[in-house]
């Protein structure tokens, strides 16, 4: 029979000791650049994660106004910008203004509301850049989206539409799906013929 150990087990009441390093020591330095790497970090994952709700909303926006069938006419797309998504905040607008006693500044809320709206409508006057729900596979392959993952819209196509030329559309991102890229191969083909 092997002797068992009858000793106290050894407990520390006190607390182990932070090291402690000269300020001007490489180990300290070495922890100053470990603190703002964590740091920096943290701050380009707030601001990534807060750059992805905001396009989310701003593409949400654009999936809840999908037609049922088929697609959006430019007038109908042009329409949806400049009376529904530039007008958005007038109510909140309205509500601020009329909250404000007479003689008082502006608060900060409406002072932001406002610098958006003209902000948004100077991007609308000089291109602003939407999914093209004028195209039919566009639609359909938006129409796919789960609504949450951002990275998805990239497989979309984009247009350039403004308030001053409604009449015309620039293809800023002709979108990196399959069948968007046959569609392009195959318009391409159909403007040589035609040249030729």
Known sequence: ?????????????????????????????????????????????STRSKKHHILADFYGFFYHALPAEGALTLEELHSLVADVWLGRYDEELEEERAARRKGRPKSVKETKIEELKLREAGEYRTGFEVIDLTHFQNVALFKTWDQKEVAFIDLLRFIRI??????????????????LAENISEMSEARMEMDA
């Open 1 to 45: 029979m092997a002797p068992s150990k009858s000793g106290k087990a050894k407990t520390s009441s006190k607390p182990k000791k932070e090291k402690v390093f000269h300020p001007q020591s490489r180990k300290a330095d070495q922890l100053s650049r470990k603190a703002l790497r964590k740091d920096k970090l943290v701050s380009l994952t």
């Open 162 to 179: 403004s308030s001053t030329s409604p009449e015309t559309v620039v293809v800023s991102r002709p979108g990196k799906h399959v069948s």
